[in-house]
């Protein structure tokens, strides 16, 4: 009897999360908001979207979000408007471009250059000096000498 109650209360939570007040009347454009919510960094909380985060921040960015919307602006033109306010770090899924690239290409640079070490290494040790003559027989007297 505890758990479908427990359940209701889970529910009941989730529901007064988002608060009905900030809703669009346009289900079709609370929906568009909703889903660049889930594009948009909350800028305090850095790996959450704005739908999830509870910042201030966060229910900021949602309203702008909702104006742009109701302004009849595309997604493009809302994310342009973010972007050109806070910078790409406001997108969870920043576009590549020159100035990321090295952080999108970096990783995999880094491994390359790992593997092409190994290789150099690698190939370094299976090349094996010769010992010159003198060495040898130095080599076989301290061998001699050795306890067995």
């Known amino acids: 009897m505890k758990r479908p109650l427990l359940i209701l209360a889970a529910v009941a939570c989730m529901g007064a999360a988002a608060d009905p007040a900030e809703r669009l009347v346009d289900p079709v454009a609370e929906h568009r ?18 739908d999830d985060s509870q910042a201030p ?6 309203r702008i979000v909702r104006e742009q919307v109701s302004a009849g602006r595309s997604d493009k033109d809302v994310l342009d408007f973010l972007t050109a306010r806070y910078g790409a770090f406001v ?3 920043p576009p590549f471009d020159m100035g990321n690239a090295l952080l999108w290409l970096g990783p995999f ?17 299976e090349t094996a000096v010769a010992l010159s003559p003198e060495e040898e027989r130095r080599l076989q007297s301290v061998l001699d000498q050795a306890p067995d």
Do not use: H, M, P
């Not at 921040?57 to 949602?62: K, Q």
């Open 33 to 50: 908001a909703k889903a660049l919510f889930n594009e948009i960094r909350c800028l305090v909380c850095q790996n959450e979207s704005i």
């Open 57 to 62: 921040l966060a229910a900021d960015l949602r």
């Open 91 to 93: 997108l969870l899924k």
């Open 109 to 125: 640079l880094l491994v390359l250059g790992g593997l092409g070490g190994l290789a150099y290494v690698s190939r370094r040790r």
